[in-house]
């Protein structure tokens, strides 16, 4: 069971860097928020799979809840201020011209 | 009233949490949910009307219906697979802005339908206003089917008070 | 390292980490760079966590998914996100590259003086590491050790490190705070905020009443339980304060300034420290030391050890009111400029 | 009931996978956020629900858990609704057929 844990572990871990593509093309800061988002919450899931390998789930259970509860409040927060400032400029992210 | 049954409400959730039933641990859940309780009675309820049959029955309801979108939600996840993994995919893609009037009355029932836009398959809702829901849906055919047999299913749980 | 059961992860999580910490560095608008940062330190979270310190691991996921990046988003939602391109030539990278070169290799120039990763022998697991171990459960009946050596055997550093949260409350108050009279005299008014739409967040203000109650319940749960799971009041109090926070976005911050005025915010973050250190003097009038709470053992019900049990809640208490409140004050500072009116 | 648990885990990983496909693949900003929004929703819970049924654990962690899957279940669209109200009144330009 365990190293079937650790291969689903290994796969997420995989798929987030895939993930993190998008986070570096953007082209939009929204972009890079889904992305932020997909990864927060597959965070969850690995905080779970360390908790099942070390076999002390229920610590990891508690930070996984914590993280369940608090982990979309950092794409309302930032949507909140795309909704007030209505300013979204595709940005060119790997230190070319910087948008004035 | 309501701080009775917030209290009921959080103190299920703290023994789950807690998980240690001797009186210290009991006595300060019951000190941590009348806490809650007094601070958060408004934000969990906030219908006056409701009776708590009428409640009982709306949870009843509203667990029938999970059921249901759980399937839906399912359901939803194959067309996006089939979608992004389809070599056509500019072809089976025609996004588009649909705009729909709501014929539910309540926040609560208006927050489940946006909610289940957003998980059913090829639609997500972008706003609400109002009575006004503006939904962005991912190929023509789903986009002529809203608001679907969902509307009448949540209006049919929820609308009704007692 | 092979001997963790999870040393795949590890790998891959610092190649994580580094790439994150690279793109959020690289990201040339300031809001993408919060919101990569903000990965980065989901990633530092589960590193933490594959360490096996699960408390450091929650005070991460509580500080990085709660409140930090909300400080950033809501302290640009009053500067912008955009920056200035660096007037600085080519002489200048050079010499930034120079300096931070030779800083490096100072630092790791230490590294080979430190022992092993986890080593037996080192300092810290020969002596005192083994000292708290045998002894926490006898002393205190606390199981989760860090709790006690953090509120019991150290207690001085965490009073101390309370009173550090306290005093950055009160400096971004002391900055930020602008006082409305002055602000007519003096400077021109401010930007005019688009005006709050209540019709427009209808789902997350109705989610917000869904989430808020449970965040709070499981807040004072990491609080009460900080003895035997991981957590306690720094954890709790951050969760508790990202509660009110999330309630001040998806509803407005006046709602948030009428349930808490200025004045009793402040007074609570100051109450928050105020309790941890009664509770050191009463045990110096019990006939202890300052924070020894087994002296405490006829105020407080049980025996010695559950005194000393009993003490570490008290103060676990007071470190979360004044976390708790500081995060508040923090950022309603932030989100409305010091003008405490409305904001993010 | 193992044999369910290593089912759903994998199935999870399948769907995250599609997630990710979506996410890099499709061409503008509101489709994206079909793929996160739906895949990162299910993709989570049944990796959860995949460990619940895979590791012997007590009822108290299992119901913990599922509080987790109830929280996802409310934040996840609630998060994605809030980005695509965020993206469409900063105005991310839709993508569109006769546009290639």
């Known amino acids: 069971m365990n190293t079937f844990i650790t291969t689903a572990g290994v796969a997420l871990i995989g798929l987030m860097l895939l993930v993190l593509i998008r986070a570096i093309k953007g082209p939009t800061v929204i972009d890079r928020l889904v992305a932020i988002n997909v990864i927060g919450t ?59 | 009233m309501k701080y ?159 | 390292m092979s001997t963790l059961p999870i040393w795949q992860f590890d790998v891959l999580l610092l190649i994580l980490v580094v790439l994150f910490a690279v793109v959020a560095l690289s990201i040339r608008n300031l809001m993408g760079a919060a919101v990569v940062f903000g990965a980065y330190s989901f990633m530092m979270c589960l590193i933490w966590a594959g360490m096996g310190a699960v408390d450091v691991a929650f005070t991460e996921a509580a500080v990085g998914a709660g409140v930090s990046t909300v400080f950033v988003v809501s302290t640009l939602y009053n500067t912008g996100a955009t920056v200035q391109p660096r007037t600085g030539g080519l002489a200048f990278k050079l010499f930034i590259g120079v300096v931070v070169t ?88 401010a930007a005019p905020v688009p005006r709050y739409d209540p019709g427009d967040s209808l789902i997350v203000r109705q989610a917000s009443r869904f989430m808020v109650p449970f965040m709070q319940l499981f807040a004072l749960y990491v609080i009460a339980h900080g003895h035997y799971s991981p957590g306690g009041g720094f954890q709790g109090g951050v969760i508790l304060g990202a509660s009110l926070i999330l309630l001040a976005i998806s509803f407005d911050l006046k709602s948030l300034l009428r349930q808490w005025s200025e004045k009793t915010l402040m007074l609570l973050v100051a109450a928050g420290v105020f309790l941890y250190a009664a509770v050191g003097l009463a045990c110096m009038f019990m006939g202890g030391n300052y924070l020894d ?28 009111i004044t976390v708790m409140f500081s995060m508040i004050a923090i950022h309603i500072n932030l989100a409305s400029n010091g003008r405490f009116d409305r904001g993010l | 009931m193992h044999f369910l648990g290593y089912t759903l885990i994998s199935t999870g990983l399948v769907f995250f996978l599609g997630t990710t496909i979506g996410l890099l693949r499709f061409p ?38 599922l509080l987790i899957i109830n929280f996802i279940f409310i934040g996840s669209p609630t998060a994605t609704h809030a980005m695509m109200d965020a993206g469409n009144k900063a105005g991310a330009t839709p993508w569109r057929k006769d546009s290639k």
Request: aromatic share 10%; charged share 15%.
């Open chain 2, 4 to 162: 009775l049954y917030s209290f009921v409400v959080l103190f299920m959730p703290w023994l789950v949490l807690s998980g240690k039933f001797d009186s210290l641990h009991v006595g300060m859940g019951v000190l941590c949910s009348s806490l809650v309780a007094y601070w958060c009675a408004n934000l969990l309820f906030q219908e006056k009307a409701a009776t708590l049959g009428g409640r009982l029955r709306q949870l009843a309801g509203f667990v029938g219906y999970m059921g249901w979108l759980l399937g839906q939600v399912i359901l939803a996840n194959l067309h996006v697979f089939r979608v992004a993994l389809s070599p056509r995919m500019n072809e089976l893609l025609s996004p588009q802005m649909v705009e729909f009037d709501s014929t539910l009355e309540k926040e609560l029932s208006k927050f489940i339908l946006a909610n289940s836009i957003t998980l059913t398959p090829g639609t997500v809702t972008v706003r609400v206003e109002g009575s006004r829901f503006l939904v962005h849906a991912l190929t023509d055919s789903v986009a002529c089917g809203l608001p679907g047999a969902m509307e009448k299913r949540i209006a049919k749980i929820f609308e009704r008070t007692r």
């Open chain 3, 102 to 189: 030779i800083a490096g290799a100072f630092l790791l120039s230490a590294l080979p003086d430190f022992p092993e990763w986890g080593a037996s022998d080192s300092p810290v697991n020969a002596k005192v590491a083994p000292y708290y171990i045998l002894n926490t459960i006898a002393d205190s009946h606390v199981p989760n050790v860090v709790t006690s050596v953090l509120a019991d055997y150290r207690g001085f550093d965490t009073l101390l490190e309370t009173t550090v949260v306290f005093i950055a409350c009160i400096a971004i108050y002391s900055i930020l705070r602008i006082d409305k009279a002055k602000l007519e005299v003096g400077e021109p008014a």
């Open chain 1, 42 to 100: 597959k965070s969850i899931v690995l905080l779970l799979f360390a908790g099942i390998l070390f076999g002390q789930l229920e610590m990891f259970v508690d930070i996984a809840l914590g993280y369940g509860l608090l982990n979309y409040i950092v794409s309302i927060a930032a949507s909140r201020y795309y909704q007030h400032r209505k300013s979204l400029e595709p940005e060119h992210s790997h230190g070319g011209s910087p948008v004035s």
């Open chain 3, 293 to 320: 709470y087994g002296f405490l053992d006829s105020i407080l019900p049980g025996e010695k050890d559950m005194a000393r049990s009993h003490g570490i809640l008290l103060v676990e208490i007071g470190v979360g």
């Open chain 4, 28 to 65: 503008d900003f509101y489709t994206r956020m079909h793929a996160a929004g739906k895949g990162d929703t299910l993709s989570t819970v049944m990796i959860l629900i995949g460990c619940i049924c895979l590791v012997p654990m007590s009822l108290l962690l299992a119901i913990k858990i």
